[in-house]
């Protein structure tokens, strides 16, 4: 493991057979060290409950098919949005009013905010684009999920 201190620092010298690696691309930095040059602690949290709560689950249930010889799609929307001075971020159902375009209820004002920008109109295009084709065609045009791929 010695070999790889270059690149993977103190991890090269673990006390266990198992640790983290930092490998630049799915873990570019160490934690304390990430953690260290601004991801605070609340930063952490609401990534690791969105991870347990949405995006695992999701995860998992889109690779079940494709695991059996089905197919699955999944879509993800990272989108910060500006509502509220972006407090909502791409919070859970914000892909609602994006898809139907009504920002002006429900969710929409505040996750959206007053201001109907011309990249939440662009989304909303996008969106409306993809779920119209795999309504009508089973294809949403992005690769099929399979184990793995997400």
Do not use: K
């Amino acid at each position: 493991m010695r070999q790889y201190e270059d690149r993977w620092g103190p991890f090269a010298h673990p006390l266990t057979l198992f640790s983290p690696v930092v490998d630049g691309e799915v873990l570019p930095a160490a934690p304390w060290q990430a953690l260290a040059a601004g991801a605070s602690a609340e930063e952490l949290y609401v990534l690791v409950q969105t991870d347990w709560l949405f995006r695992m689950p999701t995860l998992r249930l889109a690779e079940a098919p494709a695991a059996g010889g089905g197919r699955a799609c999944l879509y993800e929307l990272a989108w910060q949005s500006p509502g509220n001075g972006g407090v909502m971020r791409a919070c859970h159902g914000l892909d609602g009013p994006l898809l139907f375009g009504t920002y002006d209820a429900h969710l929409g004002p505040a996750a959206i905010g007053p201001e109907h920008t011309a990249e939440a109109r662009e989304l909303t295009t996008q969106i409306r684009t993809a779920w119209t084709s795999f309504a009508t065609s089973g294809d949403p045009g992005g690769p099929p999920t399979t184990p793995g791929s997400a």
